[in-house]
Protein backbone atom coordinates (compact mmCIF):
# COMPACT_ATOMS: atom_id res chain seq x y z
CA UNK A 1 0.00 0.00 0.00
CA UNK A 2 1.86 2.74 -0.79
CA UNK A 3 0.40 6.57 0.67
CA UNK A 4 1.47 10.07 -0.85
CA UNK A 5 0.73 13.58 0.29
CA UNK A 6 -1.32 15.19 -2.43
CA UNK A 7 0.96 17.01 -5.39
CA UNK A 8 -1.34 18.55 -7.60
CA UNK A 9 -1.43 18.78 -11.59
CA UNK A 10 -3.11 20.89 -13.67
CA UNK A 11 -6.16 19.03 -15.65
CA UNK A 12 -6.36 18.40 -18.97
CA UNK A 13 -10.23 18.52 -19.41
CA UNK A 14 -11.60 22.18 -18.38
CA UNK A 15 -13.90 19.78 -16.46
CA UNK A 16 -11.39 18.40 -14.51
CA UNK A 17 -9.73 21.86 -13.23
CA UNK A 18 -10.20 22.61 -9.53
CA UNK A 19 -11.15 19.40 -8.52
CA UNK A 20 -8.42 18.43 -5.84
CA UNK A 21 -9.43 14.78 -6.71
CA UNK A 22 -8.23 14.69 -10.35
CA UNK A 23 -5.24 17.02 -9.59
CA UNK A 24 -3.84 14.76 -7.18
CA UNK A 25 -3.40 12.13 -9.32
CA UNK A 26 -0.77 11.00 -11.08
CA UNK A 27 -0.26 13.37 -14.12
CA UNK A 28 -1.17 11.93 -17.39
CA UNK A 29 2.41 10.86 -19.26
CA UNK A 30 3.60 8.93 -22.67
CA UNK A 31 3.23 5.06 -22.77
CA UNK A 32 6.58 5.03 -23.16
CA UNK A 33 7.27 6.76 -19.23
CA UNK A 34 4.15 4.76 -17.69
CA UNK A 35 5.79 1.75 -18.92
CA UNK A 36 9.44 2.60 -17.38
CA UNK A 37 7.66 2.26 -14.03
CA UNK A 38 6.07 -1.07 -14.87
CA UNK A 39 9.34 -2.47 -15.82
CA UNK A 40 11.18 -4.73 -13.17
CA UNK A 41 14.27 -6.32 -14.43
CA UNK A 42 16.41 -7.56 -11.13
CA UNK A 43 20.06 -6.61 -11.00
CA UNK A 44 21.81 -9.23 -12.28
CA UNK A 45 26.59 -9.84 -12.76
CA UNK A 46 27.89 -12.37 -14.65
CA UNK A 47 30.30 -12.78 -11.19
CA UNK A 48 27.78 -14.17 -9.62
CA UNK A 49 27.37 -17.05 -12.21
CA UNK A 50 30.83 -17.68 -11.74
CA UNK A 51 30.83 -18.35 -8.19
CA UNK A 52 32.00 -21.56 -7.21
CA UNK A 53 29.56 -22.53 -4.92
CA UNK A 54 26.27 -24.12 -6.64
CA UNK A 55 24.17 -23.01 -3.34
CA UNK A 56 25.26 -19.91 -3.59
CA UNK A 57 24.20 -19.56 -7.58
CA UNK A 58 20.92 -21.89 -6.50
CA UNK A 59 19.65 -18.75 -4.50
CA UNK A 60 20.07 -16.13 -7.02
CA UNK A 61 17.28 -18.14 -9.27
CA UNK A 62 14.79 -16.36 -6.72
CA UNK A 63 15.34 -13.50 -8.75
CA UNK A 64 13.11 -14.86 -11.73
CA UNK A 65 10.17 -14.79 -9.86
CA UNK A 66 10.80 -10.69 -9.68
CA UNK A 67 10.67 -10.00 -13.19
CA UNK A 68 8.15 -8.16 -14.75
CA UNK A 69 8.22 -7.41 -18.77
CA UNK A 70 5.37 -5.17 -19.79
CA UNK A 71 3.41 -7.02 -22.21
CA UNK A 72 1.46 -5.31 -24.99
CA UNK A 73 -1.94 -5.90 -23.29
CA UNK A 74 -0.43 -3.90 -20.56
CA UNK A 75 -1.37 -0.21 -22.41
CA UNK A 76 -4.92 -0.69 -23.13
CA UNK A 77 -5.66 -1.68 -19.19
CA UNK A 78 -3.48 1.55 -18.19
CA UNK A 79 -5.39 3.49 -19.68
CA UNK A 80 -8.42 2.67 -19.28
CA UNK A 81 -8.09 2.32 -15.60
CA UNK A 82 -6.64 5.97 -15.71
CA UNK A 83 -9.92 7.23 -17.58
CA UNK A 84 -12.07 5.37 -15.13
CA UNK A 85 -11.03 6.87 -12.03
CA UNK A 86 -11.37 10.49 -13.66
CA UNK A 87 -14.28 9.83 -15.18
CA UNK A 88 -15.77 8.74 -11.72
CA UNK A 89 -14.17 11.49 -9.44
CA UNK A 90 -15.23 14.06 -12.08
CA UNK A 91 -19.03 14.19 -10.77
CA UNK A 92 -17.51 14.73 -7.04
CA UNK A 93 -15.33 17.72 -6.40
CA UNK A 94 -15.27 18.61 -2.77
CA UNK A 95 -16.01 22.18 -3.65
CA UNK A 96 -19.32 21.34 -5.37
CA UNK A 97 -22.37 21.56 -3.78
CA UNK A 98 -23.42 18.88 -5.34
CA UNK A 99 -20.86 16.74 -3.81
CA UNK A 100 -21.93 17.94 -0.62
CA UNK A 101 -25.92 16.61 -1.58
CA UNK A 102 -24.01 13.16 -2.55
CA UNK A 103 -22.09 13.13 1.08
CA UNK A 104 -25.02 13.79 3.36
CA UNK A 105 -27.31 11.96 1.76
CA UNK A 106 -28.33 8.35 1.16
CA UNK A 107 -28.18 7.21 -2.45
CA UNK A 108 -31.70 7.12 -2.75
CA UNK A 109 -32.82 10.28 -1.48
CA UNK A 110 -32.60 14.07 -2.49
CA UNK A 111 -32.71 16.92 -0.41
CA UNK A 112 -35.99 18.99 -1.62
CA UNK A 113 -33.96 22.13 -2.94
CA UNK A 114 -32.02 21.08 -5.70
CA UNK A 115 -28.06 22.41 -5.29
CA UNK A 116 -27.61 25.03 -7.71
CA UNK A 117 -25.07 23.15 -9.23
CA UNK A 118 -27.46 20.33 -9.76
CA UNK A 119 -27.96 16.87 -8.14
CA UNK A 120 -25.42 14.08 -8.16
CA UNK A 121 -25.63 12.24 -11.10
CA UNK A 122 -22.73 9.23 -10.98
CA UNK A 123 -20.03 8.32 -14.04
CA UNK A 124 -19.08 5.26 -12.69
CA UNK A 125 -17.96 2.69 -15.36
CA UNK A 126 -17.67 -1.34 -15.38
CA UNK A 127 -14.80 -3.03 -16.25
CA UNK A 128 -13.60 -6.47 -16.93
CA UNK A 129 -10.94 -8.62 -17.13
CA UNK A 130 -10.92 -12.32 -17.69
CA UNK A 131 -8.02 -14.72 -18.59
CA UNK A 132 -7.02 -18.17 -17.18
CA UNK A 133 -4.58 -18.93 -14.59
CA UNK A 134 -0.83 -17.84 -15.51
CA UNK A 135 -1.58 -15.57 -18.32
CA UNK A 136 -0.31 -12.53 -16.41
CA UNK A 137 -3.81 -11.08 -15.19
CA UNK A 138 -2.63 -10.37 -11.56
CA UNK A 139 0.63 -9.43 -12.51
CA UNK A 140 -0.76 -6.35 -14.84
CA UNK A 141 -2.98 -5.55 -12.49
CA UNK A 142 -0.60 -4.90 -9.47
CA UNK A 143 1.84 -2.79 -12.03
CA UNK A 144 -1.04 -1.31 -13.56
CA UNK A 145 -2.73 -0.35 -10.11
CA UNK A 146 0.16 -0.21 -8.45
CA UNK A 147 1.58 2.97 -10.50
CA UNK A 148 -1.41 5.13 -8.26
CA UNK A 149 -0.96 5.85 -4.38
CA UNK A 150 -3.47 3.53 -2.67
CA UNK A 151 -4.00 6.75 -0.74
CA UNK A 152 -3.55 10.64 -1.13
CA UNK A 153 -3.34 12.96 1.70
CA UNK A 154 -4.64 16.65 1.23
CA UNK A 155 -4.63 19.73 3.42
CA UNK A 156 -5.01 22.98 1.84
CA UNK A 157 -5.63 22.98 -2.35
CA UNK A 158 -4.20 25.85 -3.70
CA UNK A 159 -4.69 28.02 -0.81
CA UNK A 160 -8.06 26.93 -0.58
CA UNK A 161 -9.04 25.13 2.91
CA UNK A 162 -10.08 21.32 2.40
CA UNK A 163 -12.43 19.55 4.10
CA UNK A 164 -11.41 16.29 2.54
CA UNK A 165 -8.36 14.99 4.15
CA UNK A 166 -7.97 11.32 3.02
CA UNK A 167 -8.55 10.09 -0.51
CA UNK A 168 -8.34 6.44 -1.26
CA UNK A 169 -7.37 5.69 -4.77
CA UNK A 170 -8.56 2.28 -5.01
CA UNK A 171 -8.75 -1.12 -2.99
CA UNK A 172 -8.43 -4.69 -3.92
CA UNK A 173 -10.49 -7.73 -2.43
CA UNK A 174 -11.81 -10.92 -3.30
CA UNK A 175 -14.72 -12.07 -4.80
CA UNK A 176 -16.44 -14.29 -1.55
CA UNK A 177 -16.68 -18.11 -2.88
CA UNK A 178 -20.46 -18.46 -1.68
CA UNK A 179 -20.87 -15.69 -3.35
CA UNK A 180 -22.59 -13.41 0.35
CA UNK A 181 -23.28 -9.92 0.06
CA UNK A 182 -22.34 -9.81 3.61
CA UNK A 183 -19.12 -11.47 3.13
CA UNK A 184 -18.72 -8.80 0.50
CA UNK A 185 -19.55 -5.82 1.93
CA UNK A 186 -17.36 -6.79 5.28
CA UNK A 187 -14.29 -7.40 3.40
CA UNK A 188 -14.64 -3.79 1.14
CA UNK A 189 -15.23 -2.19 4.99
CA UNK A 190 -12.24 -3.57 6.73
CA UNK A 191 -10.04 -3.06 3.45
CA UNK A 192 -10.91 0.90 3.44
CA UNK A 193 -10.02 0.42 7.51
CA UNK A 194 -6.86 -0.46 6.62
CA UNK A 195 -5.99 1.69 4.18
CA UNK A 196 -7.30 5.01 5.83
CA UNK A 197 -5.01 3.63 8.56
CA UNK A 198 -8.23 3.35 11.13
CA UNK A 199 -9.82 1.22 13.82
CA UNK A 200 -11.80 -1.91 12.39
CA UNK A 201 -15.27 -0.63 11.93
CA UNK A 202 -17.60 -2.64 13.69
CA UNK A 203 -20.31 -4.42 10.86
CA UNK A 204 -24.06 -3.30 11.02
CA UNK A 205 -26.20 -5.97 11.83
CA UNK A 206 -29.08 -6.72 9.12
CA UNK A 207 -27.62 -6.75 5.36
CA UNK A 208 -29.72 -3.23 4.71
CA UNK A 209 -28.44 -1.67 7.63
CA UNK A 210 -24.52 -3.12 6.32
CA UNK A 211 -24.90 -1.95 2.59
CA UNK A 212 -25.96 1.85 4.31
CA UNK A 213 -22.64 2.06 6.31
CA UNK A 214 -20.16 0.61 3.67
CA UNK A 215 -21.93 3.22 1.57
CA UNK A 216 -21.55 6.08 3.78
CA UNK A 217 -17.72 4.90 4.02
CA UNK A 218 -17.22 4.76 0.71
CA UNK A 219 -18.33 7.91 0.21
CA UNK A 220 -16.49 9.82 2.78
CA UNK A 221 -13.22 8.22 1.74
CA UNK A 222 -13.98 8.74 -1.50
CA UNK A 223 -13.16 6.10 -3.28
CA UNK A 224 -11.77 5.81 -6.67
CA UNK A 225 -11.94 2.10 -8.01
CA UNK A 226 -12.82 -0.89 -6.52
CA UNK A 227 -10.91 -3.81 -7.96
CA UNK A 228 -12.89 -7.76 -7.43
CA UNK A 229 -10.32 -10.28 -8.18
CA UNK A 230 -11.45 -14.06 -8.46
CA UNK A 231 -14.98 -13.21 -9.61
CA UNK A 232 -14.90 -16.66 -11.72
CA UNK A 233 -16.79 -17.48 -7.99
CA UNK A 234 -19.59 -16.17 -9.37
CA UNK A 235 -22.13 -18.25 -10.46
CA UNK A 236 -25.75 -18.27 -11.84
CA UNK A 237 -26.58 -21.87 -10.87
CA UNK A 238 -28.25 -21.31 -7.27
CA UNK A 239 -31.58 -19.17 -7.06
CA UNK A 240 -30.67 -15.52 -5.75
CA UNK A 241 -27.73 -15.33 -4.33
CA UNK A 242 -25.22 -14.28 -7.19
CA UNK A 243 -27.64 -12.13 -8.87
CA UNK A 244 -28.05 -10.08 -5.70
CA UNK A 245 -24.26 -10.03 -5.36
CA UNK A 246 -24.16 -9.00 -8.82
CA UNK A 247 -27.05 -5.96 -8.20
CA UNK A 248 -25.11 -4.51 -5.29
CA UNK A 249 -21.97 -3.78 -7.31
CA UNK A 250 -23.63 -2.59 -10.17
CA UNK A 251 -25.42 -0.29 -7.01
CA UNK A 252 -22.13 0.93 -6.62
CA UNK A 253 -21.31 1.78 -10.36
CA UNK A 254 -24.63 3.29 -10.83
CA UNK A 255 -25.59 4.81 -7.25
CA UNK A 256 -22.20 6.07 -5.78
CA UNK A 257 -20.54 6.42 -9.17
CA UNK A 258 -17.43 4.04 -8.09
CA UNK A 259 -16.07 2.08 -11.09
CA UNK A 260 -15.53 -1.77 -10.33
CA UNK A 261 -12.89 -3.32 -11.83
CA UNK A 262 -14.04 -7.25 -12.63
CA UNK A 263 -10.93 -9.74 -12.52
CA UNK A 264 -11.55 -13.00 -13.17
CA UNK A 265 -10.89 -16.86 -14.62
CA UNK A 266 -13.14 -18.24 -16.84
CA UNK A 267 -16.44 -18.98 -17.40
CA UNK A 268 -16.88 -15.62 -15.61
CA UNK A 269 -17.73 -14.16 -19.05
CA UNK A 270 -20.26 -16.85 -19.99
CA UNK A 271 -22.28 -15.92 -16.41
CA UNK A 272 -22.39 -12.24 -17.95
CA UNK A 273 -23.27 -12.85 -21.23
CA UNK A 274 -26.89 -14.43 -19.63
CA UNK A 275 -27.90 -10.97 -19.19
CA UNK A 276 -27.61 -7.96 -21.44
CA UNK A 277 -27.51 -5.40 -18.54
CA UNK A 278 -24.98 -7.26 -16.69
CA UNK A 279 -23.03 -7.85 -20.21
CA UNK A 280 -23.44 -4.38 -21.08
CA UNK A 281 -22.50 -2.84 -17.54
CA UNK A 282 -19.29 -4.80 -16.92
CA UNK A 283 -18.08 -4.36 -20.31
CA UNK A 284 -19.00 0.01 -20.47
CA UNK A 285 -15.46 0.86 -19.35
CA UNK A 286 -13.02 -1.99 -20.28
CA UNK A 287 -13.11 -5.64 -21.70
CA UNK A 288 -10.20 -7.79 -22.41
CA UNK A 289 -10.07 -11.68 -22.30
CA UNK A 290 -6.19 -12.11 -21.38
CA UNK A 291 -5.10 -15.34 -23.15
CA UNK A 292 -1.77 -17.53 -23.48
CA UNK A 293 0.81 -16.15 -26.23
CA UNK A 294 1.41 -17.56 -29.12
CA UNK A 295 4.81 -18.41 -30.25
CA UNK A 296 5.71 -15.68 -32.76
CA UNK A 297 4.07 -12.89 -30.45
CA UNK A 298 6.09 -9.91 -30.12
CA UNK A 299 4.66 -10.36 -26.22
CA UNK A 300 6.30 -13.76 -26.03
CA UNK A 301 9.69 -13.22 -27.91
CA UNK A 302 9.90 -9.86 -25.65
CA UNK A 303 9.05 -11.79 -22.06
CA UNK A 304 11.70 -14.72 -23.15
CA UNK A 305 14.12 -12.96 -24.17
CA UNK A 306 14.55 -10.72 -20.90
CA UNK A 307 13.56 -14.26 -19.13
CA UNK A 308 16.45 -15.80 -20.47
CA UNK A 309 18.55 -13.38 -19.57
CA UNK A 310 18.65 -14.57 -15.91
CA UNK A 311 21.00 -17.55 -16.03
CA UNK A 312 23.10 -18.85 -13.36
CA UNK A 313 24.56 -21.67 -14.76
CA UNK A 314 28.07 -21.31 -14.60
CA UNK A 315 28.10 -22.04 -18.70
CA UNK A 316 26.22 -19.23 -20.60
CA UNK A 317 23.58 -21.21 -23.01
CA UNK A 318 22.39 -19.14 -25.66
CA UNK A 319 18.93 -18.54 -26.71
CA UNK A 320 18.19 -20.72 -29.81
CA UNK A 321 15.09 -21.38 -31.76
CA UNK A 322 15.04 -24.78 -30.72
CA UNK A 323 15.31 -23.47 -27.22
CA UNK A 324 12.46 -20.98 -27.43
CA UNK A 325 10.18 -23.59 -29.43
CA UNK A 326 10.57 -26.09 -26.32
CA UNK A 327 9.84 -23.33 -23.75
CA UNK A 328 6.61 -22.13 -25.55
CA UNK A 329 5.45 -25.82 -26.29
CA UNK A 330 6.03 -27.01 -22.36
CA UNK A 331 4.21 -24.18 -20.99
CA UNK A 332 2.12 -23.56 -23.98
CA UNK A 333 2.39 -19.76 -23.99
CA UNK A 334 1.54 -19.92 -20.21
CA UNK A 335 4.16 -17.25 -18.73
CA UNK A 336 3.68 -18.41 -15.37
CA UNK A 337 4.41 -21.90 -16.43
CA UNK A 338 7.51 -20.99 -18.73
CA UNK A 339 9.16 -19.06 -15.77
CA UNK A 340 8.85 -21.65 -13.40
CA UNK A 341 9.92 -24.12 -15.94
CA UNK A 342 13.35 -22.01 -16.64
CA UNK A 343 13.94 -21.52 -13.22
CA UNK A 344 13.65 -24.93 -12.20
CA UNK A 345 15.42 -26.43 -15.38
CA UNK A 346 18.55 -24.10 -14.09
CA UNK A 347 17.85 -25.06 -10.41
CA UNK A 348 18.17 -29.04 -11.41
CA UNK A 349 21.45 -28.16 -13.47
CA UNK A 350 23.46 -25.97 -11.30
CA UNK A 351 26.06 -27.80 -9.65
CA UNK A 352 26.17 -30.84 -12.07
CA UNK A 353 29.16 -31.81 -14.54
CA UNK A 354 27.50 -29.69 -17.32
CA UNK A 355 24.97 -26.55 -16.56
CA UNK A 356 24.13 -25.98 -20.63
CA UNK A 357 20.22 -25.81 -20.77
CA UNK A 358 18.79 -28.12 -23.07
CA UNK A 359 15.69 -28.76 -24.10
CA UNK A 360 16.10 -31.88 -22.10
CA UNK A 361 16.71 -30.03 -19.26
CA UNK A 362 13.73 -27.68 -20.24
CA UNK A 363 11.34 -30.60 -20.40
CA UNK A 364 13.15 -31.75 -16.75
CA UNK A 365 12.19 -28.35 -15.16
CA UNK A 366 8.67 -28.31 -16.48
CA UNK A 367 7.92 -31.66 -15.03
CA UNK A 368 9.73 -30.89 -11.52
CA UNK A 369 7.56 -27.11 -11.47
CA UNK A 370 4.43 -27.94 -13.18
CA UNK A 371 3.73 -31.42 -12.33
CA UNK A 372 0.24 -30.61 -11.59
CA UNK A 373 -0.86 -28.12 -14.12
CA UNK A 374 0.40 -30.15 -16.91
CA UNK A 375 -2.39 -32.19 -15.86
CA UNK A 376 -4.96 -30.06 -15.74
CA UNK A 377 -7.39 -30.47 -18.94
CA UNK A 378 -7.09 -27.08 -19.70
CA UNK A 379 -3.47 -27.70 -20.40
CA UNK A 380 -4.16 -31.37 -22.32
CA UNK A 381 -6.64 -29.52 -24.40
CA UNK A 382 -4.31 -26.64 -25.19
CA UNK A 383 -1.45 -29.01 -26.53
CA UNK A 384 -3.51 -30.92 -28.69
CA UNK A 385 -5.07 -27.82 -30.62
CA UNK A 386 -1.49 -26.23 -30.64
CA UNK A 387 -0.22 -25.89 -34.43
CA UNK A 388 3.14 -25.84 -35.33
CA UNK A 389 4.04 -21.80 -36.41
CA UNK A 390 6.47 -21.04 -39.31
CA UNK A 391 9.99 -20.47 -37.51
CA UNK A 392 10.69 -17.12 -37.81
CA UNK A 393 14.40 -15.17 -37.92
CA UNK A 394 16.74 -16.65 -35.33
CA UNK A 395 17.05 -14.23 -32.43
CA UNK A 396 21.28 -13.70 -30.56
CA UNK A 397 20.12 -13.20 -27.28
CA UNK A 398 23.21 -11.17 -25.83
CA UNK A 399 24.95 -11.96 -22.41
CA UNK A 400 23.20 -10.13 -19.78
CA UNK A 401 25.03 -6.88 -18.51
CA UNK A 402 24.61 -5.75 -14.52
CA UNK A 403 21.67 -3.68 -14.97
CA UNK A 404 19.27 -4.09 -17.36
CA UNK A 405 16.73 -1.44 -19.20
CA UNK A 406 13.41 -1.10 -19.94
CA UNK A 407 13.03 -1.00 -23.62
CA UNK A 408 12.16 2.26 -24.99
CA UNK A 409 8.68 1.51 -26.64
CA UNK A 410 6.25 -1.73 -27.16
CA UNK A 411 5.45 -2.98 -30.09
CA UNK A 412 2.35 -4.00 -30.78
CA UNK A 413 1.65 -7.69 -31.99
Given at each position: ??????????????????????????????????????????????????????????????????????????????????RAI????????????????????????????????????????GLT????????????????????????????????????????????????????????????????????????????????????????????????????????????????????????????????????????????????????????????????????????????????????????????????????????????????MAS??????????????????????????????????????????????????????????????????????????
Amino acid sequence: MRVENAVYHDAILPEHKGNPLIEALPPKLPWHEVMQEFCNYPDYSEEIAAHPDPLFRDEYLNRIDELRQPLTDYERCFRAVERAIKKGYSAKNPFSPTTAQFLHYPVDERPDIEPRTGFFQPRGDGLTLVGDSGVGKTSMIEQVMGYFPSLIQHSVYRGKRLDLRKQVVWIKVDCPSNSSVRDLCEEILSTLDITLGEDKTKPAGTIGALIRQLEQCMKSSFLGMLVIDEMQNLKFKRTGGENNLLKFLHRLVNKLGVPVFFIANPPFDQSLIKELKAARRAESGYHYTMSILVRESVSWNAFIEQLWNYQWTNVYTELTEELNDTLHMLSVGNIDMASRTYREAQRLLIGSHDERITSSALQAGYESACGLSRQTEEIKELKVASITLPQGKKRNTPKNNATLTCPRFLIHR
